[in-house]
Nanobody, 126 residues
């Protein structure tokens, strides 16, 4: 059974940092592209970052470029999202997602992702 579990969210002051984890079970994560998305209250879910399955290329939304870093640890079957210089507008529920097929590169197309975690809340506030 494929499962994605996010962790690492919490309350942080503006300018602070958090590291989110996305632990996978039921499949070998390094063969799959993984995306991080977020959804703030009253807003649509948006792509934040994704990492390619083929060569590990990374992609970021303009709003987080230079502040967030996505990485994967294949030995732990986990993908991370390091978030630095956090802003109040980063407040949202963060989700990781994976496509059903290995080798597919959905980028930020939400409908191309089949497996989603339950989400972890990130709140940036003083």
């Amino acid at each position: 059974q494929v499962q994605l579990v996010e962790s690492g969210g919490g309350l942080v002051q503006p300018g602070g940092s958090l590291r989110l984890s996305c632990a996978a079970s039921g499949f070998t994560l390094d063969y799959y592209a993984i995306g991080w998305f977020r959804q703030a209250p009253g807003k649509e879910r948006e792509g934040v970052s994704c990492i390619s399955s083929s060569d590990g290329s990374t992609y970021y939304a303009d709003s987080v470029k230079g502040r967030f870093t996505i990485s994967r640890d294949n030995a732990k079957n986990t993908v991370y999202l390091q978030m630095n210089s956090l802003k109040p507008e980063d407040t949202a529920v963060y989700y990781c997602a994976a496509p059903r097929l290995a080798g597919v590169e959905p980028m930020f197309v939400i409908t191309e992702y089949d497996y989603w975690g339950q989400g972890t809340q990130v709140t940036v506030s003083s």
